[in-house]
């Protein structure tokens, strides 16, 4: 068997058994129901808790607004609790030492950095569908309009741009001592991208536009194909940042 | 056969120079003692062994190849057991042993076989629970197992015994002795009495250079001082013999314990021959008459001071 393989078995057990598959599909289960409940409920809570005498006027709410809970959940909630769980994947083991006796072995350090990146990935991506499909489903129950397009489009980008954020997590663990120290590289690069959105050219290129312009997508006003320099961008990123964190590995001193 | 060959190492960590030029050669089936004081560049050492550390400078050769840091080749030679060896909680004995022998390349069947064979060896064969529970001395034990699970030519360990009680220390010796001429071990400690149990040879080594080597009895024999002990019926007949004028005259020096005399003769070509005729001519006849041999505490104490 491969040490891909091997370790990658070791990690999806170690997710399974330490319960961060649990957690974290459970919170994204959460998330997929709350969206289009949210975007339901909001509109009756806000008439039905106004004082007595002022009227409100509210469009009636569509699966658009489901969606729009969606994004904005994930984006923000989601991705920070996926970066929490996942914040000590390298940092535990090089602290703790467990990874010396298999290093010893002849484990080869390429198989630890690809093993703990397809574990995370398999994790994100089964954690997002789950979200997606709960709230597709619901939304589809709650609210019979088909306002909402290019769904399988924008989710992509949401699933691309969290891959990278998990690259970067992955190659700040091999840089920083800590787990505290990769969170921080992450907030960091995070910091930078949306600091690179102040100028209005550079948005075409920035990963973060994946996470940031999926509305315009399930609405229609961005088509997919304005966001392919991005989505270039991110997998160039992505694959640089974990040829990266296998170089580093290799080089750091156990 | 020699197993470990290791020229002119040299490594440093920022100014403090760890290792400055060790040489040292572990010849095959031996239970070699790598004795030194804490900080002394022992775990260096082997961490350079196994490639988990880059070398200044310096060759390491296991079975002849030698190790590249970063390209683990020669570690399929070699089982390591580092001082304190941690593993994954959540997994139980067999699992992880099954996991360790996937990454040697072993057959699942073979690791099945040796698994088994191993847990009996180290006492762990029925224990099924999850590792996160383990004593250090059954982590230890486990250590043990998964080093010896590719049936290493080396087994390297790092201080095995210095944390663990009375009980679990004879329980790794033991266990190590039991190797012995299928393994050559070299073992890293400060506790001599552990060495002087179970190793043939020793190494000795002090701020990064190796100062004493070979088998015990040799050593021993090295630094053997011409020592002897007597003891009298008496303090007084001690005293009076201390002071005898023919006993100076053999250029000794002699130390006493009230009825017991220690006496060094410097001069390396008298034997204790001379102390028993002198005894004899006095009509001494002395309740005990001993040899002193050097222990390894003393050669330590002296070649580390």
Not at chain 1, 11 to 28: A, C, N, P
Not at chain 2, 285 to 294: A, L
Request: proline share 3%.
């Amino acid at each position: 068997m491969s040490h891909f393989r091997v370790f990658f078995k070791k990690e999806m057990v170690e997710h399974i058994r330490t319960y961060k598959l649990l957690i974290m599909l459970v919170v994204f289960f959460i998330f997929g129901i709350m969206n289009p409940l949210t975007a339901k409920l909001t509109p009756e809570l806000l008439e039905k808790f106004m004082p007595e005498g002022v009227l409100i006027s509210l469009p009636e709410p569509s699966s658009i607004d489901s969606w729009a809970q969606f994004y904005k959940n994930i984006t923000q909630m989601g991705l920070i609790v996926t970066v929490l769980v996942f914040s000590s994947v390298l940092s535990s083991e090089l602290s703790k030492g467990t990874l010396i006796n298999l290093l010893t072995k002849g484990l080869s350090r390429t198989a630890v950095i690809m093993g703990k990146f397809a574990a995370m990935l398999t994790i994100w991506t089964a954690s997002l569908a789950t979200a997606f499909v709960t709230t597709w489903g619901y939304t589809v129950f709650l609210f019979s309009d088909d306002y909402s397009a290019n769904l399988f489009s924008s989710v992509f980008c949401l699933w691309l741009f969290g891959v990278f954020i998990l690259a970067v997590l992955l190659c700040s663990s091999t840089l920083a001592a800590s787990s505290y120290g990769a969170l921080l590289l992450t907030g960091a690069a995070a910091v930078c991208l949306a600091i690179l959105n102040i100028f209005p050219k550079a948005w075409k290129y920035n990963p973060l536009s994946l996470a940031g312009k999926n509305m315009e997508l399930v609405t229609n006003s961005i088509m997919f194909s304005s966001l392919s320099y991005a989505i270039g961008v991110t997998v160039a990123a992505a694959i640089a940042l974990l040829a990266a964190a296998v170089l580093i590995f290799k080089r750091k001193q156990l | 056969m020699s197993v470990l060959e290791i020229s002119d190492l040299r490594m440093s960590f920022g100014s403090h120079q760890v290792l400055q030029g060790l040489n040292m050669v572990v010849p095959e089936n031996s239970i070699f003692g790598f004795v030194g004081k804490n900080g002394a560049g022992k775990t260096t050492t082997m961490r350079i062994v196994v490639g988990l550390l880059k070398p200044d400078s310096g060759t390491v050769k296991v079975c002849g190849e030698e190790v590249v840091y970063g390209d683990t080749k020669t570690n399929r030679h070699i089982g390591f057991l580092p001082d304190v060896p941690e593993f994954y909680g959540y997994m139980r004995p067999m699992e992880y042993l099954k996991l360790c022998g996937e990454i040697t390349g072993l057959p699942s069947k073979k690791i099945k076989e040796r698994s088994e064979e191993l847990l009996e060896l180290v006492g762990l064969k029925d224990v099924n629970r999850r590792i996160g529970g383990f004593s250090r001395g059954m982590k230890q034990r486990l250590g043990i197992a998964q080093a010896l699970l590719n049936e290493p030519k080396l087994l390297i360990c790092d201080e095995p015994t210095s944390a663990l009680d009375p009980i679990g220390r004879k329980q790794i010796l033991d266990i190590l002795a039991s190797i012995k001429g299928r393994t050559t071990v070299v073992f890293s400690t400060h506790i001599l009495a552990d060495v002087e149990r179970i190793c043939d040879r020793i190494a000795v080594l002090d701020q990064g250079i190796l100062v004493l080597s070979g088998t015990i009895s040799e050593i021993q024999k090295q630094y053997q001082r011409n020592s002897f002990m007597i003891k009298f019926a008496t303090a007084d007949q001690a005293a009076e013999f201390s002071a005898s004028e023919e006993l100076q005259q053999l250029g000794v020096k002699v130390v006493q314990e009230e009825n017991v005399l220690a006496i060094t003769i410097e001069d390396h070509s008298l034997r204790g021959q001379v102390l028993i005729d002198l005894l004899a001519a006095k009509q001494i006849t002395p309740e005990k008459f001993e040899v002193v041999e050097p222990t390894l505490e003393s050669l330590f104490a002296e070649v580390v001071q």
